[in-house]
């Protein structure tokens, strides 16, 4: 069992940046890939990006790529998403993901097992 805490988040301006973290307590934390996902209003869930459980591959969704960085600590359990040059189509509800996958399917929302409770993102024009 995984529990997932995201912190975070908040209301900056476009251009501005934001670092979300994602806090994991349970056992083998290293062995998960980790995700972090988003949903704005009216639309569904989509992914963001995802790095392995060793953490040497990310993959990131086009919309962010150069952007937006993820990285983790297995040292202290914990999953970052460095956000950069933030615009108001950023703006949404962000999830982070936990999951024993087969790299190549880390964008499916179904690969994961665990989620967190999310938070929220608004990037103001």
């Known amino acids: 069992q995984v529990q997932l805490v995201e912190s975070g988040g908040g209301l900056v301006q476009a251009g501005d940046s934001l670092r979300l973290s994602c806090a994991a307590s349970g056992r083998a934390f290293s062995s998960y890939s980790m995700a972090w996902f988003r949903q704005a209003p009216g639309k569904e869930r989509e992914f963001v990006a995802a790095?392995?459980?060793?953490?040497?591959?990310?993959t990131y969704e086009d919309s962010v790529k150069g952007r937006f960085t993820i990285s983790r600590d297995n040292a202290k359990n914990t999953v970052f998403l460095q956000m950069n040059s933030l615009k108001p189509e950023d703006t949404a509800v962000y999830y982070c993901a936990a999951g024993l996958l087969s790299w190549g399917t880390q964008t499916r929302i179904s690969g994961y097992d665990y989620w967190g409770q999310g938070t929220q993102v608004t990037v103001s024009s």
């Open positions: 790095i392995r459980w060793s953490g040497g591959r990310t």
